[in-house]
């Protein structure tokens, strides 16, 4: 039984990595298939179809964000209103001012909103010659309080499914703030990471690379409802993972960045701008993400960057000496954490953190050339343990050295959070807890603390992983039984035989689910710090049904896990009412003729000298062409496209046989123009 067993983690993991790390070169695939939502965009939003945002919150300052999707194309700078208020109907404004955006900004707005009152629920709204936003609910972050509540998410592919876990995160009134751990979007190709049965499908058709195609998948996303209406009711605190780059990233490179697709640093420099454009995070110099935020002396959180800022590749086998030592935070802003830990008067001091910072032990299944169990066999390990090669565990100077100013410094009520593995886990903090029963273990690393898997003493600080919202979990990749296995085995002692007995590989893991998708509830109170995690009952349908599943707590002072638990019942009346589901009434004309059927949501580049990517949405399914027009209304030539559902497209437009000037074009569906747009010509 123990063999099958191994043997089927063995192919678990090997499969997952493939899934997780997969490639797909199909450029063709049939978006007639499956199941579209019954709008794709809201055309009662307009102007502002992709709603509004709050994030980073200080005791006196919080961000807020919108984009405007300008009329027929037009390029010229816009002028946005915007105001701040203590109520919904806007009677008690404290803040307001005109904000003027572009097309360098991809028409985005972002406000630092200031002189605000600390741990205080306010409103927001946006407005364009007369046509308002939905209107937004933010909170700024508290100064005194002894208690806190914040929803922890990571991971939300478009296309692996509906985004039911955020719709549940905006109908709460009991948070502070939504903590986004990162993987806020996907890089691949449509069908390139997990599948489309939801019949969702990305923009554009190939994988994004330029800032056309980073910004068109933002768009994508925020067009979600579910996603635009978290972000509507609740403050977001933000940092990126790998996927809003490129898949394994670090400093100078990335696993899924090829040479033909031009220079990384470029890319790089691409996807961190973009990211600030769309984003509800204060600007920063050379767009850096990793910041502090406090919430009186309850709170300090300190949000990192393990991807872009100074990670270096991670090594060949996960046992390759660390020489010299690698960094995953670079000097800079390794120094400037440990100052931040070091120095906080916080009871709770709060990481914010992209990858696993724990190690995970995974080499009890190994085997070898022919089947069998081999975990004594160093090259057989290995080949397990480099599926998860990407964590802080190859970093491992860097981490101990975390872990030592932790312990050393008397450092108490350490939190890890982290997002990237699309599952739950709950660690106590310590160095390598286990080794594996091996003549070669001089070849392996070595324990160099002492850790009690019943007492936990020799825990440092304890890490909460959210699952992911809907990113492939481990049961998706190889099955629910399987899935089972590995949890078996991760929890329980494996008997490996004479002179090795029974070994608890992950004595530090306290809690794991790995087939579930949802979010955790991160509790903060002076006795104690909990993560209640919620899962959603389906990827594959839009509802409003979700379930609890545990509760992990640590007790002030204990630096460990100290209970698994029901979810915690001490209510917190943080927020106000819901922000209004609809965007006031407005006295302007630019909603006199709104466009049901189909929308330019951006052009690009403007102007242009061979390919214009057009960026649309159809409300309306049928045949597609576009027309074009010379300034004088001359019509030039008709593209024919094809048959369109109902979604969201990106076009590419040779004009590199025209002549410079500025041309117009009209997206027409079954024969009737729907909307249309206008573009200059190097």
């Known amino acids: 039984m123990l063999k099958s067993f191994i043997i089927n983690l063995f192919l678990l993991l090997a499969v997952i990595a493939g899934r997780l790390n997969a490639q797909s070169n199909l450029t063709n695939y049939n978006r007639n298939l499956g199941v579209t939502e019954a709008l794709v965009f809201n055309p009662e939003l307009k102007p502002f179809y992709h709603g509004v945002a709050s994030g980073d919150p200080l005791t006196d300052r919080v961000i807020i964000w919108t984009r405007i ?5 037009n390029t010229t700078p816009k002028d946005v209103n915007w105001k701040v208020a203590t109520d919904s109907l806007f009677k008690n404004v404290v803040n307001s001012g ?22 205080t629920t306010y409103y927001y709204v946006f407005n364009y010659k007369g046509a308002y936003s939905l209107t937004g609910r933010m909170r700024t972050a508290s100064t005194n309080t002894n208690h806190l509540r914040f929803a922890v998410v990571s991971c939300n592919n478009y296309e692996a499914g509906f985004f039911n876990g955020f719709k549940k995160i905006g109908q709460r009134n009991d948070i502070d703030a939504v903590i986004h751990l990162g993987d806020y979007i996907y890089e ?26 980073y910004r068109t998948r933002y768009s994508v ?19 990126w993972d790998d996927h809003e780059s490129s898949n394994d990233s670090y400093k100078d490179g ?11 640093q470029t890319r790089k420099d691409i996807s961190k701008k973009v990211y600030f454009e769309w984003m509800p995070i204060r600007d920063a110099s050379s767009n850096s993400i990793y910041r502090k935020i406090s919430y009186g002396s309850m709170l300090d959180l300190i949000m990192l960057d393990t991807r872009l800022e100074g990670r270096v590749k991670p090594p060949t086998n996960f046992d390759d000496a660390d020489l010299p030592a690698r960094t995953m935070l670079g000097a800079t802003q390794l120094n400037w954490f440990m100052n931040n830990l ?5 009871k709770w001091k709060v990481i914010g953190n992209q990858i696993l910072f724990s190690d995970m032990n995974v080499g009890f299944g190994a085997v070898n050339a022919q089947g069998q169990p081999a975990i004594t066999d160093i090259n057989a390990i290995r080949g397990v343990e480099n599926l998860f090669i990407d964590n802080w565990e190859s970093y491992p100077t860097e981490r101990n050295s975390i872990l030592d100013t932790m312990k050393n410094r008397g450092i108490k009520n350490t939190i890890f959070l982290t997002g990237d593995s699309h599952a739950s886990w709950s660690f106590d903090l310590t160095k390598k807890p286990a080794i594996y029963p091996n003549p070669l273990a001089a070849n392996l690393p070595t324990p160099s603390s002492s850790y009690t898997q019943s007492t936990g003493a020799g825990s440092v600080g304890v890490e909460f992983a959210t699952p992911s919202i809907t ?15 590995f949890e078996y085995l991760i929890n329980n002692p494996v008997p490996v035989g004479p002179p090795f007995g029974s070994v608890v590989y992950n004595p530090h893991l306290k809690f794991v689910d790995l087939d579930r998708h949802g979010y955790f509830i991160l ?8 993560a209640d995690y919620y899962y959603v009952d389906t990827l594959r349908t839009s509802t409003n049904k979700e379930t609890f599943g545990k509760g992990v707590v640590t007790a002030n002072n204990s630096n460990r896990i100290t209970r698994l638990s029901s979810k915690n019942a001490v209510g917190k009346p943080v927020q106000q009412g819901q922000a209004p589901s609809k965007p006031m009434a407005n006295s302007s004309s630019i909603n006199n003729n709104v466009e049901n059927n189909a929308i330019i949501i951006g052009t690009y580049p403007i102007p242009t000298d061979n390919l214009l990517h057009i960026n649309y949405a159809l409300n309306k399914s049928g045949l597609t062409d576009i027309a074009i027009y010379n300034s004088k209304g001359e019509f030039i030539k008709t593209v024919k496209i094809g048959f369109q559902n109902a979604g969201i497209y990106t076009y590419s437009l040779d004009v590199s046989r025209l002549i410079s000037g500025i041309y117009f074009f009209q997206i027409i569906v079954d024969g009737q123009m729907v909307t249309s747009g206008k573009y200059i010509k190097n």
């Open 69 to 73: 999707t300008p009329d027929s194309g």
């Open 98 to 119: 005109t904000a003027t955006t572009n097309v360098s900004k991809d028409y985005t707005v972002k406000i630092d909103v200031t002189n605000l009152q600390a741990g």
């Open 188 to 213: 691949y190709a449509p069908k390139g990471y997990g599948d489309s049965l939801n019949g969702r499908f990305v923009e554009p058709t190939k994988e994004i690379v330029s800032e056309a195609d």
């Open 221 to 239: 996303y925020r067009l979600d409802p579910d996603l635009r209406y978290a972000h509507q009711q609740q403050t977001f605190i933000s940092i």
């Open 254 to 264: 990335a696993e899924n960045h090829q040479q033909n697709e031009g220079d990384w």
């Open 342 to 346: 070091k120095n906080s008067t916080a």
């Open 471 to 485: 990113s492939a979990n481990f049961d998706e990749a190889i099955g629910k039984a399987q899935t089972g296995q």
């Open 523 to 530: 509790d903060l109170k002076d006795d104690s710090a909990q």
